[in-house]
């Protein structure tokens, strides 16, 4: 469970955390400088240290809102409070957070002299587990008996849900199931009645839709699983020992899911994808191999691996990203492709502000950003060259840079 697209942290990283600057501005971009990389659980936890000691509060000047998060569950969930707020930190945002006790959140949200109500939060999660959710259709002995079920349980979740706002007035999250049960029927599970995997998979189905109708937001654990192996995310000896439904080596990765919803909330997603060409949307340097001596399309698999990015970049031009284009290059062979190339998906009208010369890219991001009128950490600059991506790194460290491998 790692970050690929972040890099690795310092050599020197608890070095580092051991001296932080004096200067409360200097030492939170200095945390947020070592959250933007790619920690593991015990790192993670190392800074998340040093980040509540250095501040219990808030800093003074913050990018976004603070957040005073409270996570109710039915199971353990201590150790994925550091992980929510370092990833926080690595958006630029604070976090307070705080969780029920031992699978009492309900009771926790009744009770208006508990804790929670003290701490009065800003943003609700539901993290209820895959057993205490599934045990709701024990028994049943027939579709329609499950079928009562899962619309019974629906019905719980929607008043939690309803409590929370009611109580509150803020958003409220709710974390979906983890598929970690074990199939009883093989590759018909959805035939036997009272399946905990069938129950759990015709749960999180409906979870979607109930979720959009009470304008609940979702934490997708389970599409997470689906992309990365539920063994990556669930450890059965950690279940059994400390009721840990996500294992501690996932927490990291669990703690970022959240962060990005509390800050899509306040609107800070990114808005715009800035692109390199050569050996980023086709393999090989356009001003030296001519059009037709770039790979892409069909013919090789790094051309289809350049196509299929493409249209991936034009997805989500179609969800609202703005794509833009930093290349050092001429213009005019820049463009070629756009224009001409027969298997070019993107087109020069899909790229809202095209630079290509010979300045360096710091200076062309600048330049980029006031043209769309944005901020620059509303941008993601993606560039195959290792030399470039540190170079943006240092100069605007507020710009998001992925790491990518030489392999399209």
């Known amino acids: 469970m790692a970050f690929p697209h972040l890099p690795k942290p310092p050599d020197d990283f608890r070095a580092r955390l051991r001296a932080l600057p004096q200067d409360p501005a200097a030492r939170w971009e200095a945390l947020v400088a070592l959250a933007n990389t790619d920690l593991s659980f015990l790192q993670t936890n190392a800074l998340d240290a040093a980040l509540t000691a250095a501040f219990p509060e ?23 409070l550091g992980p929510i707020r370092v990833a926080a930190l690595r958006r630029g945002l604070h976090v307070a957070a705080i969780e029920s006790d031992f699978a009492q959140y309900q009771q926790a949200l009744e009770d208006e002299t508990s ?10 999660l539901f993290a209820l587990d895959a057993h205490h959710l599934a045990a709701a ?18 019905a719980r979740l929607a008043a939690l849900w309803a409590r929370a706002r009611t109580a509150f007035r803020c958003p409220v999250l709710q974390q979906t199931v983890l598929p970690l049960h074990r199939p009883l029927l093989g590759a018909n599970e959805h035939r036997l009645p009272g399946s905990p995997a069938g129950f759990v998979a015709r749960l999180n189905a409906a979870l979607r839709g109930a979720a959009d ?23 059965p000896t950690y279940w059994h020992l400390a009721k840990q439904e996500i294992a501690p080596a996932a927490a990291p990765a669990y703690g970022d899911l959240v962060a990005r919803l509390l800050a899509a909330l306040q609107g800070r997603s990114a808005k715009a994808l800035v692109l390199d060409l050569d050996n980023t949307l086709w393999g090989g340097v356009i001003g030296d191999d001519g059009m037709e001596g770039i790979v892409l399309g069909q013919g090789s698999a790094g051309g289809e691996a350049f196509a299929a990015f493409q249209h991936y970049a034009r997805g989500l031009a179609a969800r609202g990203v703005i794509l833009a284009v930093c290349s050092k290059n001429d213009e005019a062979n820049a463009l070629e492709p756009f224009e001409h190339h027969p298997e070019m998906v993107l ?9 290509a010369n010979w300045q360096d890219k710091p200076t062309n991001i600048r330049r980029i950003a006031a043209e769309l009128n944005i901020g620059l950490d509303a941008l993601v600059f993606l560039d195959d060259n290792p030399m470039e991506r540190d170079l943006v790194r240092q100069e605007l460290p507020m710009v998001a840079v992925p790491e990518v491998t030489d392999d399209p």
Not at 213 to 235: E, P, Q
Not at 347 to 355: E, G, L, Q, T, W
Request: include cysteine; proline fraction near 5%; charge should be neutral.
């Open 115 to 124: 804790a929670l109500y003290d701490f009065a939060p800003t943003a609700v």
């Open 58 to 80: 808030p800093p003074g000047s913050l990018a976004g809102k603070p957040v005073r998060l409270a996570v109710l569950g039915s199971a353990t969930t201590t150790h994925l």
């Open 213 to 235: 109708a009470a304008g609940v937001h979702l934490l997708a654990v389970d599409a997470a699983a689906a992309r990365d192996g539920v063994a990556a995310w669930h450890n």
């Open 137 to 154: 259709a024990r028994g049943a002995q027939d579709a329609a008996a499950e079928a009562a079920a899962l619309a019974g349980l629906l």
């Open 347 to 355: 087109k020069r009208a899909d790229i809202a502000c095209f630079v």
